[in-house]
């Protein structure tokens, strides 16, 4: 799977939104992009995936960019439950199914951490 | 529906015992993955079974350590002759199709070696 370089940490403030970047210049057309994030002491935690156009669900949006190079997560509102690690994983799809598509690659991610 | 389960949440093993971690997979979930998070470290994949197969081991060491997932009942990491290296957390995850969009992970195992 592909590489993607995210920031070391980030910091935000309570009910403010974040935006967390990741680049993955050398992704491929079949990759999707995934974010987990892991609270501390926890498993991780899926959050959000997309291929080309913009994505929503409860928990976050996903901005991909228009040359797929980079994506941003975005939490509208951070809370304090928010503070965690965010991973962005690229996953490709053409090995759906394959013996090595099980497997998420976690790089170092993003710490996330939120001041009330 | 329950979440992945996974038992003991803490377990603590002198050197050379033998270390077992269990994994319930959530109900209808036939895949299982389990990786390990080294102190400091990021999660590293080991190793992705179906029922009874092991379909994906590049990230199993190749000593000391083995993954079943048999017909009935939990799936099983073994580690033999634990080392301290050994300690870290071990999570596991399950999903429903091999190419599902998403991992559903446990609390994980954290594995203490004396």
């Known amino acids: 799977d592909a590489k993607t370089t995210q920031p070391n940490s980030m910091e935000s403030n309570e009910e403010e939104p974040v935006h967390l970047p990741c680049n993955h210049s050398t992704i491929s057309g079949t990759d999707y992009i995934h974010w987990y994030r892991q609270l501390p002491s926890q498993g991780p935690e899926y959050v959000i995936h997309g291929l080309t156009s913009n994505v929503n669900n409860r928990m976050a949006s996903l901005a991909i960019a228009e040359d797929r190079k980079s994506s941003t997560l975005i939490l509208h509102r951070a809370t304090l439950r928010d503070a965690a690690v965010y991973y962005c994983?690229?996953?490709?799809?053409?090995?759906?199914?394959?013996?090595?598509?099980?497997?998420?690659?976690f790089g170092q991610g993003t710490i996330l951490t939120v001041h009330p | 529906n329950a979440g992945v389960m996974q038992n003991p949440r803490h377990l603590v093993r002198r050197r050379g015992q033998e270390a077992r971690l269990r994994c319930s997979p959530m109900?209808?979930?036939?895949?299982v993955y389990w990786y390990r998070q080294l102190p400091e470290e990021g999660l590293k994949f080991m190793v992705y079974?179906?029922?009874?197969?092991?379909?994906?081991e590049s990230g199993m060491p190749k000593e000391r350590f083995s993954a079943e997932f048999p017909k009935e009942g939990p799936s099983i990491l073994r580690i033999q002759q634990v080392v301290r290296g050994d300690s870290a957390a071990y999570f596991c995850?399950?999903?429903?199709?091999?190419?599902?969009?998403?991992?559903?992970f446990g609390p994980g195992t954290r594995l203490t070696v004396t």
């Open positions: 079974l179906q029922k009874e197969n092991i379909i994906d």
């Open positions: 109900k209808g979930h036939s895949h």
């Open positions: 995850a399950s999903s429903p199709l091999p190419g599902a969009y998403e991992q559903y």
């Open positions: 994983i690229l996953r490709d799809r053409s090995n759906a199914g394959g013996t090595s598509y099980g497997k998420l690659t």
